[in-house]
């Protein structure tokens, strides 16, 4: 038998409560059936006691049986039925803490004070605020609503993916300048991809994130342009339905996104019928060329040129002007009407 343990992949079983040195032990034993004692003091470069002992745990758990004989020798339960054994216990006994935590719960509303000052939450420190993120998006249920945009603590992730995956119905409002940050359009191309509902705003007034209308997270800056490193939980109250009031009023302004992976975006359809208007719209909603280019799925120069073009069709100079231009057009004919070209109106 190799002295040279295995060392891939440890640590995967952790969850179900093995250690390193267990999972090694029984690593070794899948690889080598049939070890005895020195077998594997060997191949882990651990005493006979230790071995002795990490043993015993494993066939406590299910994971090793022993055959007597002059030299006992060891063999490994199958994995899928061990592993699979482990994980039902495991379920049961999570499942057991979700029922003594409901029932805790009954409680805590029995003695739950209704003051001011229960209804937010203040959390201090960068990790208290990801971990408690963490707690809210677990969780959602039917809805989020959120917020974005810069700065950022850390890196964007696709976590909010498992929301999706759940169900919850997700509405996002991006900050125009969050979009010109690669790994956020990338995150965001994700998040639409699994179902997101989308849109930008030149002006998001704060970060949000909202699950089921019943509590908010708000990171909280103290000066601007730096990364939160505490936030506001508010809970059903007032308050909460002034932020669920805010969110509904900037989504009605906000513009509509759509996945620059979808399929949509790259159909030769939408870059004919659709462009003039998709393009304004991204225009008016504050987003630099770059950003619009991704949007449509169209190269930086072809979004510059169709500006051009645009410009000279409105007979404006400037993108303020245009965005003028549309702004009275949607006036003068409702916020339903498509927009078109002065010359197809003529």
């Known amino acids: 038998m190799s002295s040279e343990p295995q060392r891939e992949s440890i640590g995967a079983f952790e969850p179900l409560g093995l250690s390193d040195d267990e999972e090694r032990t029984y690593r070794a034993l899948v690889g080598h059936p049939g070890s005895t004692y020195d077998d594997l003091r060997l191949a882990l470069g651990a005493g006979t006691s230790r071995v002795r002992v990490i043993l015993n745990a494993l066939e406590r758990k299910g994971l090793v049986s022993r055959v007597p004989g002059p030299l006992v020798r060891f063999f490994p339960t199958r994995p899928d039925a061990a592993i699979e054994s482990m994980i039902s216990v495991r379920q049961r006994e999570l499942e057991a803490a979700r029922v003594a935590a409901l029932r805790l719960l009954d409680t805590y509303r029995a003695n739950e004070r209704r003051g001011p000052l229960d209804l937010v939450e203040v959390i201090g420190g960068r990790e208290a605020v990801v971990r408690r993120f963490g707690q809210l998006q677990r969780q959602a249920r039917s809805e989020v609503l959120c917020f974005t945009k810069p700065p950022f603590a850390t890196r964007p992730s696709d976590a909010g993916e498992s929301v999706l995956d759940r169900g919850v119905n997700v509405r996002c409002v991006y900050d125009v300048r969050a979009l010109e940050i690669p790994d956020v359009a990338r995150v965001m191309d994700s998040m639409i991809a699994r179902g997101e509902q989308a849109r930008t705003h030149p002006a998001v007034p704060m970060k949000l994130f909202l699950v089921d209308r019943r509590a908010a997270l708000l990171p909280v800056h103290i000066e601007a342009g730096t990364a939160a490193e505490s936030a506001l939980i508010v809970h059903q109250s007032p308050l909460l339905d002034a932020v669920v009031m805010l969110f509904e009023f900037v989504w009605t302004q906000a513009v509509p996104l759509a996945s620059t992976d979808s399929a949509d975006a790259q159909a030769p359809s939408r870059d004919v019928r659709h462009s003039d208007d998709d393009l304004l719209r991204l225009l008016i909603a504050g987003l630099k060329e770059e950003a619009i280019a991704r949007q449509l799925g169209v190269s930086v120069s072809t979004v510059r040129r169709r500006v051009r ?31 078109v070209s002065p010359r197809a109106e003529a």
């Open 309 to 339: 073009r645009l410009l000279n069709d409105w007979g404006v100079q400037t993108k303020m002007q245009l965005a003028f231009k549309l702004a009275e057009q949607r006036l003068a004919h409702g916020e339903r009407v498509p927009v």
